[in-house]
């Protein structure tokens, strides 16, 4: 689990990450993880559907690891592009791609930014060269996109939960999305990337 509080936290700080950071299902290694713990809990509910759960993690398993093969050139490529984000919801995916995080429209996680916050924000971004803004659809898109504007970014949507698009139906699918969309989006901005 990343960024758990080392300090009290209350409801008046507004943090919606009082036990840690809870978005960690993107990163194969993080869904590895969570299945294993699912087979377990399903066998102990059901110990005659056992043997059924085990068969079905290795088979997950499997594919996760030919998955893993597939992206890890994109992954690579993906290594060390700065990017701001809107919540801190890619904390998990950016340290599984090297993606580095250089700031939050949020100032905390689930608290809405104030002109000073987002002014500091652009001009951090416009110093790093971060060129990619990420969001997930259901935030605010007037606030991100004078951001992404003002700094000279772009202001990408991207999936981070199976069903969030019709075609994403499991997290498979929900990976190679972001992977795909994150890749496209690098290669219009960066002329010197593409895969
Ligand atoms: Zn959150």
């Given at each position: 689990m990343l960024d758990i509080p080392t300090t009290r936290v209350d409801r008046s700080m507004g943090d919606i990450h009082p036990q840690g950071?809870?978005?960690?299902?993107?990163?194969p290694g993080n869904a590895r993880i969570l299945a294993r713990e699912i087979a377990q809990r399903l066998g102990q509910l059901d110990p005659q559907g056992r043997a059924q759960y085990e068969k079905n993690l290795a088979r997950f398993n499997q594919r996760v690891d030919a998955k893993e093969k597939e992206w890890a050139p994109l992954v690579q490529k993906l290594h060390g592009v700065k990017v701001a984000t809107?919540?801190?919801?890619?904390t998990y995916a950016s340290q599984w791609l090297g993606m580095e995080e250089i700031?939050?429209?949020?100032?905390?996680?689930g608290i809405p930014p104030d002109p000073q916050h987002l002014a500091r924000l652009i001009s951090v971004m416009k110093e790093d060269g971060a060129k990619l803004l990420l969001m997930e659809n259901f935030y605010n898109r007037s606030v991100a996109s004078l951001v992404a504007e003002k700094a000279g970014a772009k202001l990408l949507t991207l999936p981070t939960?199976?069903?969030?698009?019709?075609?994403?139906?499991d997290w498979f699918t929900l990976v190679d999305a972001v992977l795909k969309q994150l890749s496209t989006a690098l290669c219009v901005l960066l002329p010197a990337w593409s895969v």
């Open positions: 950071n809870p978005h960690y299902w993107l990163p809107y919540h801190k919801s890619w700031g939050y429209v949020e100032p905390k996680p939960d199976v069903g969030a698009e019709p075609a994403i139906k």
